[in-house]
């Protein structure tokens, strides 16, 4: 069995040896390295194959809790087998590819249609920008545009967001329109969870996730389980997280999910 990471320790390798094991990872910056161009990203072929390995083990699921949509998560990630949770958790596909929206949403994607419609030439109107409809939310990117060109750029999001009662939050260079409904990843982990059986006794279960978005899911599994192992992957490491985990970088998380796969092997 390989040797667990520095920062597993021996009290935390015991809170991930329960069964059912949850293992939910963030995709952009924890599974992939963050690319210029969301459309650039790629999982490395030698974490495909652990995911593989885990999701063949009795015993574990793995989640994919991802602000990309649900079908463009699981197209990169490109395991069979695996629960996605798409939009930060406004979509969820099930193992055997079906699609579970809230039908509460429904009333808001007009509003969400219409953010698309005012923002387009904003947007295409800033070198290096790109909007994203992912239809229950959409993502302006900024990571290629001028750095003096971002701020005015996130002032014109938030005042089309505030006038449509939409609301507005960050990631990684890149900015999010969502409707005002309480779903964010840190929602759809404690669901995902509940329906996965992983906050019963002997259960085990853990999120790895990169950015602000994430902070949401380990803020709410600490709240709903005190065994949850939450893991922030932070090369510069200098970020504020609620996680309780550091890893530096998506290498880092291979090894990590290699060891959890041998040591269920």
Do not use: C
Not at 60 to 74: C, F, M, P
Not at 96 to 119: F, K, M, W
Not at 134 to 156: G, Q
Request: glycine share 8%; hydrophobic share 45%.
């Amino acid at each position: 069995m390989s040797a667990a990471p520095a920062a597993i320790t021996p009290e935390i390798q015991a809170r991930l040896a329960g069964t059912p094991l949850i293992v939910m990872l963030d995709v952009d910056g924890t599974l992939a390295p963050i690319a210029s161009r969301p459309e650039d990203a790629a999982v490395a072929p030698a974490t495909r194959t652990i995911l593989e390995r885990l999701v063949a083990t009795p015993g574990v699921e793995v989640v994919l809790v991802s602000g990309r949509t649900a079908r463009d998560a699981r197209a990169l990630v490109g395991v069979e087998g695996v629960w996605t949770v798409g939009n930060h958790g406004f979509e969820i596909v099930t193992p055997a590819g079906e699609l579970e929206t809230d039908p509460d949403l429904a009333d808001q994607s007009a509003a969400i249609a219409q953010a698309a419609r005012e923002l387009e030439p904003i947007v295409g109107a800033v070198t290096g920008a790109r909007l994203e409809n992912k239809r229950w939310t959409l993502s302006v990117h900024y990571r290629l545009a001028a750095r003096d060109a971002v701020p005015p750029l996130r002032a014109e999001v938030e005042r089309v967001a505030l006038g449509l009662r939409l609301r507005m939050t960050d990631g990684k260079e890149v900015v999010e329109v969502r409707p005002v409904a309480h779903v964010d990843k840190g929602t759809a982990v404690v669901t995902m969870g509940e329906q996965l059986h992983a906050f019963e006794d002997g259960a085990s279960i853990v999120f790895a996730g990169d950015d602000r978005t994430d902070e949401d899911a380990f803020r709410s599994l600490r709240a709903r389980s005190p065994h949850a192992v939450t893991i922030r992957i932070d090369e510069s490491g200098a970020d504020e997280s609620a996680a309780e985990v550091r890893l530096r970088d998506p290498a880092a998380v291979h090894d990590f999910l290699e060891w959890l796969a041998s040591r269920r092997g």
